[in-house]
DNA sequence: CACATAACCCAGCAATTTAGTCAAGTATTA
DNA sequence: TAATACTTGACTAAATTGCTGGGTTATGTG
């Protein structure tokens, strides 16, 4: 489980395609333009959000990405992993390499508390923040300033 | 927050610090040893977490570092935020860089995120850390989650 | 059909981070 | 004084990050 800046851009996309998917497909272009991304990165992320069964794409004029499962039933755990897909196997897969006993126990010690981490962000999905922020702001304006940014 | 490789190092050497530290200091030589890591790059780390106060060091013969307070007043997200120490600023810092309404938007999202992980992590401290571990020695499966589920 | 739209794919590139080596110090103790 | 051990800095190879720019395919619409 690592979390890093591209977690958090791949995150933020998805917040914001769950926040305008309503009337169908979200084009990367719009998205690139409200969350100041690069366009060409953000290919490269939602090639894998998509290969992770996380988008659905739709080709052609009026196209773009969806969600692909209801806002709750996604939870940000997966759309960290999915952009990082590295497995990361962490050295000391549990085989051979624990040589000294010190080792593995403080192996174990930090992938305890890393399925923690990993745990809490399977708990938390689109819906549950999308739903917190409503909360928390009760008067939100929803006014579109749709500024021209450099990604147009 | 950034939770990377490198504050897993971090963490790793904080608690083998923690569980030979007390027949007096450990040198750098001796964590390198036990959890195989160059000793050049435990010095780096050590600089930081010294210059934040979580370790100290005594110098000459018979020398090396002491975890600076009690085990269960260090927080591991301390350790973390030490020797990342990039403060990030996230780009939009509140000011003036948030230009479009939906950028604020799920860039609070994620801000409110963030901090729920950030505050597990102040929740958890070395000695928690190495207390699970001996519960989960004893056989006993684990039962209780630490984690708090905010959004449940 | 022609065309614009947008997903898809890829090669490469600058900047940053990671993890490490090497060398030259400085403080402390035996 | 000599040995030990921390301290500091310069430097580097590798990986990752985020982006530019070129294309190709699929698909709606005039």
Redesign the interface.
Known sequence: ?????KG?YA??AM??LA??GESGPVSLAEIS????ISLSYLEQLFSKLRRNGLVISTRGPGGGYSVARELHQVA?SEIICAVNESVDATQCGGKENC??H??C??????E???A??E???S???LQ??????RV?NAS????????Q?PYA
Chains 1, 2 share one sequence.
């Open positions: 489980m690592k979390l890093t800046t958090r995150v933020t917040l914001d926040l305008h333009v409200r969350q100041e940000v040589h000294s010190g080792r126990l403080t192996h174990d010690l930090w305890g508390l890393s923690q981490i745990e809490f962000l708990s938390v999905s549950d923040m999308i739903d917190r922020q928390q939100l304006r929803q006014d579109k300033v749709m500024v940014r």
